[in-house]
């Protein structure tokens, strides 16, 4: 099995920063890509942004220029730095990760999610 824990979601003023945290663990072989996504009320959920194994990033346009993705391939971790937020980026952020459980064994995993509320 495999477990999924986000953290740093919280209140913030537009214009502020937060920084999200990921953590992957459990019978892990070797983790392929890993993302976050967000779903907003009444909205489906979208991705936000995602990093390959390598390195590779890709974003959401609606986030390019103000969100960062890194991982710590050796933690088994993602992060997400969320800077000049809006009120349009409150959600709850979800962590979704590509796990190898053994060379012939893959699955997606998400967590339970971290809320992020833009406001004054």
């Known amino acids: 099995q495999v477990q999924v824990v986000e953290s740093g979601g919280g209140l913030v003023q537009p214009g502020g920063s937060l920084r999200l945290s990921c953590s992957a663990s459990?019978?892990?072989?070797?983790?392929?890509?890993m993302a976050w996504y967000r779903q907003a009320p009444g909205k489906e959920r979208e991705l936000v942004a995602r990093?390959?194994?390598?390195?590779?990033?890709t974003y959401a346009d609606s986030v390019k220029g103000r969100f960062l993705i890194s991982r710590d391939n050796a933690k088994n971790m993602v992060f997400l730095q969320l800077n000049n937020l809006k009120p349009v980026d409150t959600a709850v952020y979800y962590c979704?990760?590509?796990?190898?459980?053994?060379?012939?064994?893959?699955?997606?995993?998400w967590g339970q999610g971290t809320r992020v509320t833009v406001s004054s």
């Open positions: 979704n990760t590509g796990v190898y459980l053994a060379p012939n064994r893959y699955s997606v995993y």
């Open positions: 459990g019978s892990i072989f070797s983790i392929n890509v």
């Open positions: 990093i390959t194994s390598d390195g590779s990033t």
